[in-house]
């Protein structure tokens, strides 16, 4: 056999022949110059003549892409984390708020039930008032001077300060527990006058008293027990007290009944309903 013409295996590359220079024929190749796998690799190119070894093309790295998942990780977290602290004040303030309206209405229901209570104790002493009224005195003027009577409370003091024994007027004052001393300035709960003048000179002088430009007073005609009289409302002339005054003719004389304030309108009306005498 003629071995100089080679062999040819299936699978085997042909020989090429290598041309003057050290290059083969087939085109270019790259060669690891340092044997070891170094980290220096020398490399033939087939643009350098002589097959000039050259320092290795330098890997040019893709730019890294965003990470947008993270990203959007992070703004949810923040976002989420932004709901939960807005939810977490509006809790606490809310909760403040409840605390506060609580407190509120429970302040409201403590006054509430001590108005409730003040109120109960109030009319329970009223009512206990009343009750230690009963049962009615009966008051009993002079017999020569038509022997006014009227009921009045039992828890009423009297005083007589003049019993027209001999003549002149008749002066009684009632007052709840004991009668305060007797001025114009003072306050009784009731005055009792019977005067030695008539009906209308008594009338005319209140009359006066109504005229004048200061005056704060008021009179209408009333009637009780078939007793027909003037009623006088306001300031008690010559005083600065304010009351109810009641005159009515009795006989030849005119008799007085006067309270010195207004809280005692009560009993003074129930008493006038009361009032009688001889004509």
Do not use: C, H
């Amino acid at each position: 056999m003629d071995n100089s013409q080679g062999l040819n295996f299936p699978g085997m590359m042909p020989e090429q022949p290598i041309a003057s220079g050290g290059t083969p024929s087939g085109g270019p190749q790259n060669f690891d110059m340092t044997g070891q796998g170094g980290t220096n690799p020398m490399t033939f190119s087939p643009t350098q003549p002589g097959g000039v070894a050259s320092q290795g093309a330098q890997v040019i790295e893709k730019p890294m892409k965003k990470d947008i998942g993270g990203l959007i990780k992070t703004i949810a977290i923040v976002v989420l984390t932004l709901i939960s602290l807005t939810f977490i004040g509006l809790f606490i303030w809310m909760f403040i708020r409840y605390d506060e309206v609580q407190m509120d209405i429970n302040g409201q229901i403590d006054v509430a039930v001590a108005e409730a209570k003040d109120e109960q104790a109030a009319k329970d002493e009223e009512e206990f008032l009343q009750r230690e009224k009963y049962p009615y005195r009966t008051f009993k003027g002079p017999a020569d001077y038509g022997e006014l009577t009227f009921q009045y409370p039992k828890t009423w003091s009297v005083y007589v300060a003049a019993d027209a024994s001999n003549g002149g007027d008749y002066e009684a004052y009632m007052n709840p527990v004991e009668v305060n001393v007797v001025a114009k300035d003072t306050i009784n709960a009731l005055r009792v006058s019977i005067l030695n003048k008539s009906f209308e000179a008594v009338a005319e002088e209140y009359q006066k008293a109504m005229e004048r430009r200061d005056a704060n007073l008021t009179m209408q005609s009333v009637t009780f027990n078939g007793i027909t009289g003037n009623r006088y409302t306001g300031t008690i002339p010559g005083t600065d007290l304010s009351g109810f005054i009641v005159i009515f003719k009795i006989r030849d004389k005119t008799a007085i009944l006067q309270t010195d304030s207004v809280l005692f309108e009560g009993d003074y009306n129930t008493l006038l309903e009361t009032v009688q005498f001889n004509a």
